[in-house]
């Protein structure tokens, strides 16, 4: 009898370790997390523009407060002159803005679209002109609070709104309705967040204030007549596609928030935790603050090594801005969160095939043994 009480003890041990082998091998992060670590995503690039006729003192400043003002931001500054710098790959966008006269300056985002910034103005010194338009291109009031809320909350839904009072409300009813959902899912996840999703509306008034914001997701504050909804989490970061009127619906709202708060380890395309962020300024301040809400700094050599590991095991195509891909037809569009979301439940079935399969072969060993051991015993 105390051998097959011992037997039984084993049996119990290895089915101990197979309902175990999940909490030992999950991801110490969830893609949230993850999303706070910066490995050297894209940035945007300022490109400030003379030439030389440009005055000294003029170049001298463009330098000067450019790189003061944009040094801890997602903006790489490069100041080039035009008549010594002819091969410099930013002179394309000299070529399709038509720009004539200097000092001048453009902004690209990491996708490649650029942007005008104006820095000269008539009667108004240079350098004042200069600080107004890169305090534009970092502070909106729209962007501050985004900013503010993924780093207190699960993260940031942006709903625009368009031309069409009644749209703008069953829009802003479907976004509650994903946000409800996924607060409570929340206890399911494998990590706890404190805080659940947000809604932030954008009205057709502060598009002038906010033309940096919808200009980095792809629109032009001008033209922007229907309603569109993106999601933020993380370092501010854009993840999934940019929503567009019946795009904003239940399913694609749901699945692009789930990614937000599932493991690092699951089975999902994490390449999406490098998606673009806004452009901003990232301080010591703000870095605190999220070191603190997350009990580790994301910006710890040792966590950033951990992380590009994780990151490693995804693909490796950038996806920020909406990702372009053709279907059977050749016909062009945008990857939709529910087409991720498929894809990603493949996986982890597939994964979940695997450790059942596992599980089933220990215990057909384990009764082996019981049998052979209980035969010899006879």
């Known amino acids: 009898m105390g051998k097959f009480r011992y037997i039984r003890l084993i049996i119990l041990i290895f089915l101990w370790i197979c309902f175990q082998s999940h909490p030992v091998f999950a991801c110490r992060y969830n893609v949230r997390e993850t999303g706070f670590v910066d490995l050297g995503t894209k940035p945007y690039y300022f490109y400030g ?3 030389n006729d440009t005055p000294e003192e003029i170049t001298s400043s463009f330098e000067q407060i450019s790189h003061a003002n944009l ?6 500054v490069e100041i080039i ?11 394309k966008y000299i070529s399709s803005w038509q720009i004539q006269s200097f000092p001048a300056a453009i902004l690209v985002s990491p996708d490649g679209q650029s942007l005008i910034v104006p820095v000269k103005k008539n009667n108004v010194p240079f ?5 107004s338009a890169i305090d534009n291109i970092l502070f909106s009031p729209i962007r501050e609070e985004i900013i503010r809320k993924v780093i207190e909350t699960y993260g940031v839904i942006l709903l625009i709104d368009g031309e069409n009072a009644q749209e703008n409300k069953k829009y802003e009813e479907t976004v509650l309705y994903a946000i409800e959902n996924i607060k409570n899912q929340m206890k399911m996840m494998p990590k706890s967040i404190a805080h659940p999703p947000v809604l932030i509306k954008m009205d057709p008034e502060s598009f002038s204030r906010e033309k940096i914001l919808l200009w980095s997701l792809g629109l032009d504050a001008d033209d922007t007549k229907n309603p569109y909804a993106a999601v933020f989490y993380g370092r501010a970061r854009w993840i999934g596609p940019l929503m567009k009127a019946e795009e904003i619906n239940k399913t694609n709202l749901i699945n692009i928030l789930s990614i937000i708060g599932a493991d690092c380890e699951c089975g999902l395309d994490i390449s999406w935790v490098l998606g673009t962020m806004l452009p901003m300024r990232w301080d010591q301040k703000r870095q605190a603050k999220v070191a603190k809400s997350l009990e580790f700094d994301p910006e710890n050599p040792v ?3 951990e992380v590009s590991r994780i990151l490693k095991k995804g693909s490796s195509f950038y996806p920020g801005v909406p990702v372009v891909y053709q279907d059977s037809l050749g016909k062009s569009g945008s990857l939709s ?14 994964l979940l095939y695997i450790t059942g399969g596992l599980v089933v072969i220990t215990i057909i060993t384990v009764l082996f043994i019981f049998i052979k051991a209980k035969r010899k015993n006879l």
């Open 49 to 51: 523009y003379v030439n």
């Open 71 to 76: 040094f801890d931001c997602n903006i790489r």
């Open 81 to 91: 002159n035009t008549d010594l710098q002819k091969d410099h790959p930013a002179m």
């Open 127 to 131: 350098e004042k002109t200069l600080q």
């Open 303 to 305: 966590i950033k090594m």
């Open 337 to 350: 969160g529910s087409y991720v979301i498929d894809e990603n439940k493949s996986r982890l079935h597939v």
